[in-house]
T-cell receptor, first 112, second 114 residues
Framework: GDSVTQMEGPVTLSEEAFLTINCTYTATGYPSLFWYVQYPGEGLQLLLKATKADDKGSNKGFEATYRKETTSFHLEKGSVQVSDSAVYFCALRDQAGTALIFGKGTTLSVSS | DAGVTQSPTHLIKTRGQQVTLRCSPKSGHDTVSWYQQALGQGPQFIFQYYEEEERQRGNFPDRFSGHQFPNYSSELNVNALLLGDSALYLC?????????????FGEGSWLTVV
């Protein structure tokens, strides 16, 4: 079945460092891809999305490009801030469009 | 514009008891899904409701049941609670119309089973 694999955390960075969180997926057809962020004690917030190959999603300085040839959707940010500390989830939504399938999440900790 | 709202935010139940969690979708949304997020894990899909019917179900036992009301709000019921049911339960809403690819989540209901 469909699945999402994220890099293991935690990821610890200094403020203004470059961030990459790897995400690869297995799915039939052409899923939509998402990154969600979860701040401590809160629910999930949609960070960005891409619905077809070569689409680039972006928001708040974060970017991810839908790479069909490598089945990847890596999250990047050029300069992280302390306020970016959170858990990041990569997810896919299959063509039926019903359920989201999540990775296990990657914890990001940014220090000043 | 209110987002997805869930209640209660926290609750503690005893093994064997039953629990009901409630969700109001974002304005304009007609589809509600429920997810279970165990500590340190990603959310797992429980089921989705549309037009008051269960449209799809994940790999959860029949102890987990739900309902959707005519105003699109939804309830999640869990019977015969087990310690392993302790988790954050997330409600998500979406629209079958324009922008159907965007799913919004509520803050969740933290359930502790003792």
């Amino acid at each position: 079945g469909d699945s999402v694999t994220q890099m293991e955390g935690p990821v610890t960075l200094s403020e203004e460092a470059f961030l990459t969180i790897n995400c690869t997926y297995t799915a039939t057809g052409y899923p939509s891809l998402f990154w969600y962020v979860q701040y401590p004690g809160e629910g999930l917030q949609l960070l960005l999305k891409a619905t077809k190959a070569d689409d680039k999603g972006s928001n708040k300085g974060f970017e991810a490009t839908y790479r069909k040839e490598t089945t990847s959707f890596h999250l990047e940010k050029g300069s992280v801030q302390v306020s970016d500390s959170a858990v990041y989830f990569c997810a896919l939504r299959d063509q039926a469009g019903t359920a989201l399938i999540f990775g296990k999440g990657t914890t990001l900790s940014v220090s000043s | 514009d209110a987002g997805v709202t869930q209640s209660p935010t926290h609750l503690i139940k005893t093994r064997g008891q039953q629990v009901t969690l409630r969700c109001s979708p974002k304005s304009g949304h007609d589809t509600v899904s429920w997810y279970q997020q165990a500590l340190g894990q990603g959310p797992q899909f429980i089921f989705q409701y549309y037009e008051e019917e269960e449209r799809q179900r994940g790999n959860f036992p029949d102890r987990f049941s739900g309902h959707q009301f005519p105003n699109y709000s939804s309830e999640l019921n869990v019977n015969a609670l087990l310690l392993g049911d302790s988790a954050l339960y997330l409600c998500a809403s979406s629209s079958t119309g324009r922008g159907r690819n965007t799913i919004y989540f509520g803050e969740g209901s933290w359930l502790t089973v003792v």
